[in-house]
DNA sequence: ATGAGTGCAAAGGCTTTGCATTAGG
DNA sequence: CCTAATGCAAAGCCTTTGCACTCAT
């Protein structure tokens, strides 16, 4: 389902200097650790919490870089802290619950045939509208588990 | 497809009473106007740019009014500005176009048969996951015909 | 040696808030 | 009258940037 770890900085060393020559320091190997070892994505004091080693100003820098080389993804949930995968092409493609209580954001996959069903709809609809598609994004959002209880 | 423009500001002025009390002044049913003749989501300086009457700090505070009320929704694309549109049950259930380059929104809707696909494919998730679902979100990131040109 | 990377502190940009004034019921 | 609404200016919050220092090649 997921790359070895291995392989996912392998991976992000290519990229990032295949991307303008940019080195795959330990801070950016830390970052992409990091979130590789999460199953939700994370914000950025959540990533300097789990590696209080990392300067805020150097990792934002360096979550930018990671994004131009195609190893990280940024998704915006509201308003408060943007929120870091790694890519999908790393991860696999799989969609979001969004918590409005706790704004936590949790991972989901649909099943193949749903999500099969969806691409149709939407790449006719791209297609009559002339609109070239980079990627799609089906969120969930409502209350998780933890804050119902 | 759309209320009648009385409807929605008679809805719109309902929903603010019954949500504490506040009053439908002309400032909110300019706002509301303002969202009601656009055919897509508008950010904070296009309202102004379209009512130049506005003043910014009552703007976003009559828009925080009428989404508590229920009466307008607010969608992230990025992290520049909100965008604003009136409430789905208003206007009918929609999805956007975002353009990365543009910036712009564009809503398009589904067919239904699609959208009653995905909705049973989220539906069982957020019932395998004990979700409560407020709604979802689907859109479609990419290039718009106008900055493909 | 040379350019990329780092970290601190300061600046930016969108949004919210404090406060005194105005207006609607 | 009395409470809500308004508008200006100031503050907040996340993120980006300037700059001097460090490090790897």
Redesign the pocket.
């Known amino acids: 389902m997921r790359a070895l770890d291995d392989d996912i900085h392998t991976t992000a060393a290519l990229r990032?200097s295949s991307a303008?020559?940019?080195?795959?320091?330990?801070?950016?190997r830390s970052i992409v650790e990091v979130l590789a070892h999460s199953d939700h994505p994370l914000?950025?004091?959540q990533i300097l919490a789990l590696d209080p080693?990392?300067?805020?100003?150097?990792?934002?820098?360096?979550?930018?870089?990671l994004i131009a080389a195609g190893v990280v993804h940024?998704i915006?949930v509201a308003?408060?802290?943007?929120?870091f995968e790694l890519a999908e092409d790393l991860t696999g493609h799989h969609h979001h619950l969004i918590c409005l209580s706790c704004g936590s954001v949790t991972d989901f996959v649909v099943p193949a045939k749903a999500e099969a069903t969806i691409d149709r709809a939407l790449n006719s609809i791209a297609e009559e509208r002339h609109f070239e598609v980079e990627h799609h994004r089906l969120d969930l959002v409502g209350r998780c588990q933890t804050c119902l209880t």
Chains 1, 2 share one sequence.
Not at 20 to 28: A, E
Not at 53 to 65: D, I, K, V
């Open positions: 990032m303008g020559g940019q080195r795959y320091t330990s801070s950016r914000t950025l004091p080693t990392l300067a805020q100003s150097s990792a934002y820098r360096n979550l930018a870089e940024r915006v308003d408060e802290h943007g929120h």
